[in-house]
């Protein structure tokens, strides 16, 4: 091998040399305007309820692309962006491209965190399916405009956990996934006052629920905070308008001291309140919608 080398290293040189200016003429002459033409083109055929827009997109090395201040957002929506990412790496996978298979591992910086994983598209992108596996990692919720609109509340905090799911992607119902998530130092948001509470702060809520087309099983989601804790679950049945999506759910409160201690409300109704516990845990029950939820303490 080694004599192999020896007799034909010119030709070894001229290899490397072509193969190093093929690499710089593809860096400063990368079709990128092209290609980001391609890129929001397609999207908008595989999804024409989203919008793409990227600022610039770039090589990357070893191998992959490098795109900068992603937005995906809904048409027609106000604050509708879904995701807006200051960075995004997008690398092949190599085994799954020497097979021409559409494998590839992403990491992108969004919301102050990190967003990483793995995404396979199916060949046909007009009818294709997704199969996505997504690590999170000190995202910022308040950063995230769509968010509120969506649940309809403001909601604060840092989130951090694993998604999966496969499916559709042009249809959320019609796949299925995973998702184990947990929120630190959040404060969520009332629509109604609660013993004149407009907020609620929490150390930390965890959650684990299951997509299966339209119903999503909300397996355990507990809420830990110094004031007081709470536990849910259930199911929500999707709908297209997200916000009409139906609410099948049950909680308990548990109340600590603290909680009475920063109460603002008259004296009357904290006694009153204190008087119930005594049976226990508060328990109630959320049914109506998404957009319109309907609690009532059991």
């Not at 995701?83 to 591992?105: C, E, N, Q, T, V």
């Not at 989130?159 to 959320?172: A, H």
């Amino acid at each position: 091998m080694k004599s192999f080398i020896s007799k034909n290293k010119q030709w070894f040189g001229y290899l490397l040399f072509a193969l190093i200016l093929t690499v710089a003429l593809l860096y400063y002459r990368f079709p990128s305007d092209a290609l980001l033409d391609y890129l929001e083109t397609t999207a908008e055929r595989v999804n024409p309820r989203l919008a793409l827009s990227v600022d610039h997109v770039a090589i990357g090395f070893p191998i992959g692309l490098k795109f900068g201040e992603t937005e995906v957002a809904l048409k027609d929506v106000p604050k509708g962006v879904i995701l807006r990412a200051d960075i995004l790496m997008l690398k092949p996978r190599i085994g799954s491209l020497l097979r021409g298979k559409s494998d590839f591992s992403f990491h992108c910086l969004a919301y102050e965190g990190d967003i990483s994983g793995r995404v396979y598209f199916n060949q046909d992108l007009t009818r294709g399916s997704i199969d996505t596996e997504i690590e999170l990692k000190d995202i910022r919720l308040g950063d995230h405009a769509y968010l509120t609109h969506l649940i309809g509340r403001h909601v604060e905090g840092t989130l951090g956990g694993t998604v999966s799911y496969r499916g559709s992607y042009n249809v959320l119902m019609d796949g299925s996934g995973e998702a184990n998530l947990s929120i630190s130092q959040c404060k969520l948001e009332l629509l109604e006052p609660f013993l004149t509470f407009k907020s609620i702060d929490f150390n930390e809520i965890e959650i684990e629920m299951a997509l299966k087309k339209d119903n999503i099983k909300v397996a355990r989601l507990e809420m830990k905070g110094q004031e007081l804790h709470g536990t849910l679950s259930g199911t929500i049945t999707l709908k297209e308008e997200f916000a009409k999506s139906s609410l099948n759910l049950r909680g308990t409160i548990e109340p600590f001291a603290a909680f009475f201690k920063s109460t603002p409300g008259t004296h009357v109704t904290v006694e009153l309140f204190k008087q119930r516990l005594k049976r226990g845990k508060l328990s109630f029950v959320i049914n109506g919608t998404l957009g319109d939820p309907r609690i009532n303490f059991t």
